[in-house]
């Protein structure tokens, strides 16, 4: 049986080797709307899979479930997730936060949420990631939403310091065409996008992606839309006792990346860090007594 931490997607994805031809047929047809596309009858869905329906039956036994009612339960309480609004997540969780103090349901929470994203971040998206944003040759572009487009900003404000050919993409979509312009194939661009999804974020996604630029997504267990146009994706457990979501566990994974790109490239890095820590020096950005240090 799926455990309650996992999504349908992950599942599907887990055991994808495992199903037949025609099962993979219905899987990439749940995969390519999810997971809207598997909301609808099990009649409805074999057809619009090309598959029959004890196919697709069989499918979600083999998935774990008992039959159809549980798999699309499961997917009814993901689609519930997505849409909740803070005022909603607070209701429910204020009616069941134990009585211990907001520190400890907080520490327990993220604690849990660490445990669970690195249980099961593949190490590969994260070297892939790490060496895609680690190379001088590619322009990398950083965009977020009404939230996390501080994550954005946090990000490339480390990178712009690490190398060269960083770029800041506004959160009003309004500037996105001039950059989508400015993009050439093997360009990297990073997007931030977390439940309540934001519907531009998948527009943009789609015309980079044309361009052949290769995106990295940030998004939670649910996954954004723009999953679908991603190269290497950061499923992030992002629940937390509070109205809001929680961004602990998604810029833990940011720092981990600044750091793996700051490391491989530190020849290069050091030189840049102590010509910034000259103009710093020049323009009195900082109160420091005495000589700015040097990075050897």
């Known amino acids: 049986m799926p455990t309650t931490a996992r999504t349908v997607s992950d599942v599907i994805r887990a055991r994808y080797e495992s199903l037949t031809r025609a099962e993979r047929q219905l899987a990439d047809r749940i995969l390519e709307n999810y997971p809207v596309s598997g909301l609808g009858s099990i009649t409805t869905i074999a057809e619009s899979a090309g598959v029959s329906t004890p196919t697709v039956a069989r499918m979600v036994q083999k998935l774990g479930y008992k039959g159809y009612p549980e798999f699309q339960s499961h997917l009814h309480q993901e689609l519930e997730a997505t849409l909740s609004n803070p005022i909603a997540k607070h209701d429910r969780w204020a009616s069941n936060a134990p009585g211990t103090h907001i520190l400890n349901r907080f520490a327990d929470a993220i604690t849990g949420n660490l445990r669970d994203t690195l249980s099961d971040l593949d190490t590969r998206t994260f070297e892939g990631s790490a060496a895609l944003l680690g190379d001088r040759s590619r322009s990398i572009y950083f965009v977020g939403g009404r939230i996390t487009g501080a994550l954005a900003e946090y990000f490339f404000t480390h990178m712009q310091v690490i190398r060269p050919k960083t770029t800041l993409i506004s959160t009003n979509s309004s500037s996105w065409p001039q950059h989508v312009l400015n993009m050439n194939a093997g360009d990297v661009l990073v997007i931030f996008d977390i439940r309540r999804y934001e519907q ?25 839309p723009v999953a679908k146009h991603a190269e290497h994706i950061f499923k992030m457990r992002i629940e937390a006792p509070s109205a809001w979501d929680s961004s602990v566990i998604t810029l833990f994974v940011v720092e981990a990346l600044i750091e793996a790109v700051q490391s491989s490239t530190w020849t290069e890095t050091r030189e840049r860090m102590n010509s910034l820590e000259g103009l710093f020096e020049r323009t009195r950005l900082f109160r420091r007594p005495g000589r700015q240090p040097r990075f050897e």
């Open 200 to 224: 531009e974020m998948a527009t943009l996604a789609e015309a980079a992606r044309a361009n052949g630029v290769v995106i990295i997504l940030f998004t939670d267990v649910w996954s954004s």
